[in-house]
């Protein structure tokens, strides 16, 4: 409730292109929380833009979004990609795989962006479930399990992504409307 009492407060006699940029930024930080959840929409890349939109857009009339808070934000999105990356290959790592198995990952994940969001679910499954096989030489028990530490992987790493779009968007918050 204090978000919207500090909207319609910021734009309370502003103009329509102030009005036409709080929507916007308020729709991709929603946008952007809920894409945290689903692989196909960058979440947390959305959330971010919508915070450097409003420090560079609202900057001179005193928005209360410091550059502190602006740093802060940066370092939690790059951890938000670099979790995002490497997730399941931790994971599967954990779950005992091998070098291969983690190379597996990585290169499923990527050679999956290009089949849409099924690529992106499925392709460090089986990136790290043919490596393992192929290259580790390794039994199908043992894969697997390397298979289900890349899905535990990437929840956890999903989990993370969260908590890190909540942390991002809980600083805004608190610097834009409380301490402004």
Not at 18 to 30: D, F, G, H, P, R
Not at 75 to 89: E, M, Q
Not at 149 to 170: P, S, Y
């Amino acid at each position: 409730m204090l978000f919207l009492a500090g909207i319609f407060e910021s734009i309370n006699g502003g103009t329509a292109a102030n009005v036409m940029l709080w929507s916007t930024i308020t729709l991709l930080i929603v946008i952007g929380f809920f894409g945290t959840f689903l692989p196909i929409i960058p979440g947390t890349t959305l959330v971010f833009a919508a915070m450097v939109m409003h420090y560079f857009c609202f900057e001179m009339e005193g928005s209360g979004l410091t550059w502190q808070s602006l740093v802060v934000i940066t370092l939690l999105y790059i951890s938000s990609i670099i979790i995002d990356w490497f997730s399941g290959a931790i994971g599967a790592k954990w779950f005992g795989s091998s070098k291969w198995g983690v190379a597996g990952t990585l290169l499923g994940a990527i050679v999956g962006i290009f089949f849409g969001l099924p690529g992106l679910l499925i392709g460090p499954i089986l990136g790290v479930f043919l490596f393992e096989m192929i290259f580790a030489k390794k039994e199908v028990k043992e894969a697997s399990s390397s298979t289900i530490g890349t899905v535990v992987g990437g929840i956890a790493g999903t989990v993370a992504r969260v908590l890190i779009a909540l942390a991002m968007i809980t600083c805004y918050l608190t610097d834009v409307f409380v301490f402004n």
